[in-house]
């Protein structure tokens, strides 16, 4: 998958992208505003980055505090969680690593990420399979493709700020 695919028969996932920029967590198995904009400070500017974290991370990040200890989100309980961490949309989802494994949050600006279509969809059906059954079957195949669109980091006009379209918090 785009996520966490190795590239072996497979879509190369931005957690394996030799572009990635993986970002040290503040703390072992947690996720902090710090970590946060971290990974925000490391983002190539410009396009449309998301947060793609895996739902696991849901009770840490509605409980962020700042340096001073307050906390960032104003809960009403009556009301869905912010779709929104640091002005960019959240996307949860379970098809990342867990809370405290490298990947449960990532920055991702998917318009980084290229999708080749190698053939259009065909279907086939076989009513004679399983005629007895009273049963159909169904093929459906699809040839497509997809890897990061780098292969390295950025580096900034400053000559030492690195940015990627891929941030990972290891």
């Not at 946060?36 to 962020?64: C, D, E, H, R, Y």
């Not at 009301?79 to 690593?97: C, D, H, Y």
């Amino acid at each position: 998958d785009a996520l966490n695919g190795n590239g072996a028969g497979k879509l190369l996932g931005v957690i394996n992208s030799p572009a990635k920029i993986s970002v040290t967590r503040n703390a072992a198995t947690n996720f902090k505003y710090v970590d946060a904009v971290t990974m925000l400070s490391k983002m190539i500017m410009g396009g449309n980055p998301v947060w793609v974290i895996n739902q696991s991370v849901m009770p840490k990040l509605l409980q962020f505090a700042d340096a001073a200890n307050f906390n960032i989100f104003t809960m009403d309980a009556a009301i869905a969680p912010a779709g929104k961490l640091l002005g960019l949309p959240v996307i949860w989802t379970g098809k990342n690593p867990a809370l405290g494994t490298a990947g449960d949050v990532m920055l991702i600006d998917w318009s980084y990420y290229l999708l080749g279509d190698r053939q259009t969809v065909t279907m086939d059906i076989d009513k004679s399979f399983k005629f007895q059954q009273n049963q159909t079957a169904f093929r459906v195949v699809e040839a497509i493709d997809g890897q990061p669109w780098l292969q390295n980091t950025i580096t900034l006009m400053d000559g030492a700020t690195t940015v990627s379209p891929y941030v990972v918090l290891n």
